[in-house]
Each structure stands twice: as structure tokens, then as C-alpha cells.
């Protein structure tokens, strides 16, 4: 059997909503079809994209979102650059725990301290750091904020501080904006037990790939 073609697909969704399982479950799937598979994380991945990470994720230094939107977007770039493109060159299929689309929606959402920015501006830096890469699809597990939100465990970082109110605003921006971050994008219901949601994904990717060829 010759090896499939390369695709790149990033999964994304409000925090707590189970990505790192549903991951898992993908990055196997591909690779029983025969995929050499790579995963990577945004932010993070590389040297540059962990410290930045800690810098976004886990400091308490206020900062405006413009200046939030830009340091998730260097991660990225980083990240593209040196880890996803070589990859897909070389014919490795990349599944990227969240992407450009998690920059617009979390970075758009704003609060009397730190107004967010224009989703269409967040699209256009998107596309300038990324090279104009995009995925092939875009999954997205969806869940309402209520429900994830008491599924985290332990210390909460700067996102998941801002509470139940604001995660529910960027599930709202997720779906809005899903359409404009892949060719392919899928909405899976993520509220439902995880053998379910997988068997969704599972559907839902290998529909997509039999169209991708
Ligand atoms: P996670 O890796 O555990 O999903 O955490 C990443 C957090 O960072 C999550 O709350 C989403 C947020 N985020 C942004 O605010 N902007 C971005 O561009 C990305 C990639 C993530």
C-alpha cells in the first residue's frame, strides 16, 4: 500500500472540553490508515512557543490582548516554520492541539480592562505570521461552558481565570469563526461520553479524508 497523502488537522475548543484524549484517538486512527503522524502544540512545540507558553499561560503579568494576540501568534510562527512545514514536506501528517482559530476567538473576547480585537484584523496577523499556512480541517469539540469548566482540574491559568462568563463568549466566537479556518471544518458534540465523541471524530474524519483523497 503506498502512503497516504500528508494532512494537516487541528483540533480545537474551549478548555476543559477533552482535547488531549480525543488527540490521542486521532493520532491513532491516522496512523492505523497507514499515516506517519507528528503532534504538535499551540502554543508550544518549540523552544520558543514553551517559554512564551509560561510567559501567556502561567505569569500573572497583565497585558493587553493586542499584545497577548501577537505573542500567540510569534509561538506560532515559530512552530509552522520549524515544525509543522518540514513535517508536512516530508509527508508526515501534523493533528496541531489548536491553532490560528483559538488566537481569533480567545484573543477577541474582551473585558473592561483589556478590549478585544477585531476578529477580521485577528485573521489577517494570523495569516501574515503563519505564511498563509492553513489547515486541511479543523475540528472543532464543542461543549457548553457550564460543562467544561467544571471538568478542569487543579490551578487554573490565565484563561480559564476568566471564568465560566467569558469561556461561554468564546465557545459563541468558536463556532462563529469555524468556517473561516479550514476548507473542512466539523463540529463534534463533545458533551457526551468520550467512547461517543470519539466514534463522532472518527466518522467525521475519515469522511473528510475520503473526499481529501
Ligand atoms: P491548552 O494548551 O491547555 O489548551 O491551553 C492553551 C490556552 O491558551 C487556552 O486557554 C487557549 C489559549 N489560547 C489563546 O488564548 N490564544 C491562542 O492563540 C492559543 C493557541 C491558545
Request: glycine content about 12%; hydrophobic content about 45%; charged content about 20%.
Given at each position: 500500500?503506498?502512503?497516504?497523502?500528508?494532512?494537516?488537522?487541528?483540533?480545537d475548543?474551549?478548555?476543559?472540553?477533552?482535547?488531549?484524549?480525543?488527540i490521542a484517538f486521532l493520532s491513532d486512527l491516522l496512523t492505523d490508515r497507514g499515516h506517519r503522524c507528528l503532534l504538535t502544540r499551540d502554543p508550544g512545540s518549540t523552544e520558543i512557543g514553551k517559554r512564551l507558553r509560561e510567559l501567556l499561560l502561567e505569569s500573572d503579568l497583565t497585558m493587553n490582548r493586542r499584545t497577548e494576540a501577537m505573542l500567540?501568534?510569534?509561538s506560532r510562527c515559530e512552530m509552522v516554520e520549524t515544525t509543522?512545514?518540514?513535517?508536512?514536506?516530508?509527508?508526515?501528517?501534523v493533528?496541531?492541539?489548536?491553532?490560528?482559530?483559538?488566537?481569533?476567538?480567545?484573543?477577541?473576547?474582551?473585558d473592561s480592562h483589556a478590549p478585544g480585537v477585531d476578529p477580521?484584523?485577528?485573521?489577517?496577523?494570523?495569516?501574515?505570521?503563519?505564511?498563509?499556512?492553513r489547515p486541511d480541517l479543523t475540528v472543532l469539540l464543542d461543549m457548553?461552558?457550564?460543562?467544561?469548566?467544571?471538568?478542569?482540574?487543579?490551578?487554573?491559568?490565565r484563561m480559564e481565570a476568566r471564568g465560566e462568563a467569558y469561556m461561554e463568549r468564546v465557545r459563541q466566537a468558536f463556532l462563529?469563526?469555524?468556517p473561516k479556518a479550514s476548507e473542512a471544518t466539523v463540529v463534534v458534540n463533545a458533551d457526551q461520553p468520550v467512547e461517543a465523541v470519539s466514534a463522532e471524530l472518527k466518522s467525521a474524519v475519515l469522511e473528510q479524508l475520503a473526499q481529501y483523497g
Open positions: 500500500m503506498s502512503n497516504p497523502k500528508s494532512v494537516f488537522i487541528a483540533i475548543g474551549i478548555d476543559g472540553v477533552g482535547k488531549s484524549t480525543q500567540f501568534m510569534a509543522i512545514r518540514p513535517a508536512l514536506r516530508d509527508g508526515i501528517s493533528i496541531s492541539d489548536r491553532f490560528l482559530l483559538a488566537n481569533v476567538v480567545y484573543q477577541s473576547i474582551g477580521s484584523l485577528l485573521w489577517e496577523l494570523g495569516g501574515l505570521a503563519n505564511g498563509g499556512l457548553p461552558a457550564a460543562r467544561s469548566m467544571e471538568r478542569i482540574e487543579g490551578p487554573r491559568d462563529e469563526q469555524l
